[in-house]
């Protein structure tokens, strides 16, 4: 078969760590070109994966089958609604978009096209994860969850400054690692039917969650905690006892992972359990978390 002509919007450091890297060593794909806001580093990055750079993003699409966006999400929303409307499957980054407006127009426009779409959840794609999680959604019986992850990427002696942006730094961890917490608890607790929500020290959000299988779940997301007590833990409380979700080693091989996810639905027309459709889910939970903490 064909190999799957990707392109690539976004030059940053994901894009030059994570995505252009199994985008151009992935056996069933053809990374069609790289097209970002800055010339220079579309063309340096190209040239690192013997690829062409376009100065033109609707050129790049017009020679893809797929684009992949590594840029900020109400960027990627318009970008990748322009590319579904001419027949491009979508391989997006999570948050789909930081506004219900945006992320409604998204996901009409893939269904429009009738193109594929995944939505890199990285919990959802790495081996030993996304494992545990298809392995607690088939057992019965969940009492209640809980999803923490506190980040300490602006916390003053924390993150990578060359991985930080704008849109993160103002939405701060419900936008940022909220995603990843829904991406875990939706499919096996199910979807949520209530939330509350409330601020915490610096940028931390709160949620309790109210799921249609009947089990209840909290969150604690934060971009600013300490460094000494940053961590992810997700548990699971229910009839077979306890259970927590396993380590993992990084966003690389969970690309690669959602890169086979889009091939695969792409040639079958199957829709991805983490399409376009569940990100806008993802979002309007989000959405609706960040209305119940507005300032009045």
Known sequence: MNRLRIGL?????????????????????????????????????AATH??????????????????AFAVPPDVQARLAARAAAVGCHLLLDKPVATTLEAARDLAAAAERAGVASVVFFTLRFAPNTSAWVAQQAAAPGWFTGRADWYGSFYAPDGGDPAFSSP???GRGGLWDVGPHALSVLLPVLGDVTSVTA?????????????????????????????????GLTVELRGEIGTVV????????????????????????????????????????????????????
């Open 167 to 169: 849109w993160r730094a």
């Open 245 to 296: 979700l396993p380590s993992w080693d990084g966003p690389g091989e969970a690309f690669r992972t959602a890169v086979d996810g889009l091939v695969e639905a792409a040639r079958t027309g199957t829709p991805h359990a983490c399409d376009v459709r569940f990100g806008l889910r993802v979002t309007e939970i989000l959405a609706e978390a960040e209305a119940r903490i507005a300032p009045a």
């Open 50 to 67: 013997a690829t062409t750079a376009y100065a033109d993003v609707d050129e790049l699409f017009a020679a893809s089958d797929a684009v």
């Open 198 to 230: 409330a601020r915490g020290a610096g940028d931390t959000t709160h949620l309790i969650l109210r799921h249609t299988g009947g089990a209840s779940s909290t969150a604690a997301l934060s971009l600013t905690a300490p460094v000494k007590c940053a």
């Open 9 to 45: 919007v976004g030059t940053g450091p994901w894009a030059s760590a994570t995505h252009a890297p199994a985008l151009a060593g992935h056996p069933d794909v053809e990374l069609s070109g790289v097209w970002g806001r800055r010339p220079d580093a579309a063309a340096a990055l």
